[in-house]
């Protein structure tokens, strides 16, 4: 069982909608990231917050907008996207992003734009 | 940025088997991890070791930092280490570059 827990496990949503993903771990991490990962591909990195704060956006669409309400809990929200975007997005957290340490990678959101 | 660079791309074994992954880095880094994404997607930390040798059951690594090389060694394969293996470098800013894998079938 992973202990980085993300909702939901699929999301079918059309180009018009509004959704958001949510990531939640109880480790005490300080870091939490979110990847976005095309079949047959790595990861890439989207995104990253150290104590709450943005503190990497690798040149992301603004139709991806991320959040992190608290230490424990990191959202991506969705809107306008295009099927292109369809992936499976990856949060992951680590005890700090300035600390090199162990990523722990929750089991994904496969995402399908129609 | 940091170009990593694994090797095979592809690999099938028999059950039983031994293998051996490569991960190349173009520069100095002071954190290198692998991952075994299994066929459902789960992407799950096997080793953090930006230096030197560590095992864990049928699994090891090595890095030589100095040569800017690591390998994963798995023995005795079984079919549920089929999978996708990545190693993923950092050089002290945030974040991990991953390489593309090494995406290894076991067949019973």
Known sequence: DTEVTQTPKHLVMGMTNKKSL????????RAMYWYKQKAKKPPELMFVYSYEKLSINESVPSRFS???????LLNLHLHAL?????????CASSRASS????LHFGNGTRLTVT | GIQVEQSPPDLILQEGANSTLRCNFSDSVNNLQWFH???WGQLINLFYIPSGTKQNGRLSATTVATERYSLLYISSSQTTDSGVYFCAVGGGADGLTFGKGTHLIIQP
Do not use: I, T, V
């Not at chain 1, 295009?82 to 990856?90: F, G, I, T």
């Open chain 1, 22 to 29: 949510k990531c939640e771990q109880h480790m005490g991490h």
């Open chain 1, 82 to 90: 295009q099927p292109e975007d369809s992936a499976l997005y990856l």
């Open chain 2, 37 to 39: 994404q299994n066929p």
């Open chain 1, 99 to 102: 600390y090199n340490s162990p």
């Open chain 1, 66 to 72: 991320p959040e992190c309400p608290n230490s424990s």
